[in-house]
Each structure stands twice: as structure tokens, then as C-alpha cells.
């Protein structure tokens, strides 16, 4: 079981990285159609995000062994992949690791839009994953599993939020507001892929420690 501090640390690279807020005009535009089922799509996709986060910590190491893929070689690859997302949100820009014009053009004829692709891959999308398959390995004991899950069921718990509330939200913020919010968000999320890699070539390169 790791400190507070940093399940705390845990819980705003999560936040940082789902981004439950940067998503609701996309929520907004992709329920345009069907906004008398936005409460519902919200639910829906809430409960798939916590679904999927919580799979990542209890079964993301299994699926790693299959591949015969090391925890370390899979820290770098994952810090890799972060910083690449972390440098587009500095940018004000999404990720095509989390949506590309070829999923937004199947959303808008989807019925299933709550799942794929807002749950997946926009919200938790491979960085979400990865991020979750890293802190699970940091200790052994099922408390600390417990407590990532619990952390993800809160995340899950701030989209149903912004999603419940997002004409209201999609009103009162402006982009730029949301842009600041995502560039903060994308300075946290850096610092963390930074040391994912560096503790990754660590563990692989010792004798550069």
C-alpha cells in the first residue's frame, strides 16, 4: 500500500487523463441527436468507464504475462505513449489515440454511443489503461488494488457528473476556459511520464542508475 500523497497523485493523473470535462462538448455533439437520452448515454458510459479501469487493475498484469511483456518494458512504452498525449493537451489538441474522424462519424449513427466510443477509447482509452496496469504493480497488496478502484469508480463518478450536467456546463464554460483546464492538465500528466520512463530504464539499463 503506497502513502496518501500518492494515491492523491493517483487519483489527478487519472482525472488528467480521462478528462471528463474536456469531454463534454463531444458528449454534447455526439447526443445531439438524441438528447432526450443524454441521462441515460451518461450512466452508460460512466459505468463502463468504471468497469474498464477497474479490469485494467486486477487483470492487466495477466495480460501482460501472456504476452511475455516485462513491467518495465511496458512502464516505458506506457510513459511513452502519455507524454505523446500530454504534449497534444498542452496543444489544446485531442489525441488521436483517443478518437479519430472515422469513430466520431460511426458515433453520430451509433446506438451504442455511451460504450464506444465515449467510455472507449475517449475516456479510457489505452493512456487510461496503461496508467492503471502501472499503479497496480507499484505494491502487491489487494488493499491497494482495492483503493485504485475505488479511485477509478470516482473518476467514473466525476464523467456521469460533467455528463449529467453538460448543456448546463457547455453554456457557462468557454473554450478557452477548457483549453486552460486541459494545458494544466497536460503539464501533471507530463511530470508523470517522465518518471514512468525513467523508472522503466532504470529497471531495464541498471547501469545508468
Not at 437520452?37 to 460512466?46: E, F, G, L
Not at 468504471?50 to 511483456?69: K, M, T
Not at 507530463?190 to 525513467?198: P, Q
Request: aromatic share 6%; hydrophobic share 55%; net charge positive.
Amino acid at each position: 500500500m503506497l502513502g496518501w500523497n500518492d494515491y492523491l497523485r493517483i487519483f489527478t493523473g487519472l482525472v488528467a487523463i480521462v478528462g471528463p470535462l474536456s469531454t463534454v462538448p463531444l458528449f454534447l455533439n455526439f447526443t445531439e441527436h438524441v438528447q432526450s437520452q443524454r441521462k441515460r448515454i451518461a450512466r452508460t458510459s460512466a459505468f463502463a468507464v468504471a468497469c474498464i479501469l477497474a479490469i485494467s487493475v486486477v487483470a492487466g498484469a495477466r495480460i501482460l504475462a501472456i504476452f511475455n511483456i516485462s513491467i518495465s518494458g511496458f512502464r516505458v512504452a506506457g510513459g511513452i505513449l502519455l507524454l505523446t498525449i500530454a504534449f497534444e493537451m498542452l496543444e489544446a489538441k485531442t489525441s488521436r489515440t483517443r478518437r479519430t474522424p472515422e469513430e466520431d462519424e460511426e458515433a453520430m449513427h451509433s446506438s451504442a454511443i455511451g460504450v464506444v466510443p465515449l467510455a472507449l477509447p475517449l475516456l479510457a482509452g489505452p493512456g487510461a489503461i496503461s496508467t492503471m496496469i502501472l499503479f497496480a504493480q507499484q505494491s502487491d497488496g489487494i488493499v491497494h488494488k482495492l483503493i485504485l478502484i475505488a479511485i477509478g469508480t470516482v473518476v467514473a463518478g466525476l464523467v456521469w457528473l460533467c455528463f449529467h450536467l453538460a448543456p448546463q456546463i457547455g453554456q457557462r464554460l468557454s473554450q478557452t476556459s477548457m483549453n486552460i483546464s486541459s494545458r494544466v492538465m497536460g503539464l501533471i500528466l507530463a511530470a508523470m511520464a517522465v518518471e514512468f520512463i525513467i523508472d522503466g530504464i532504470r529497471t531495464l539499463l541498471p547501469g545508468l542508475a
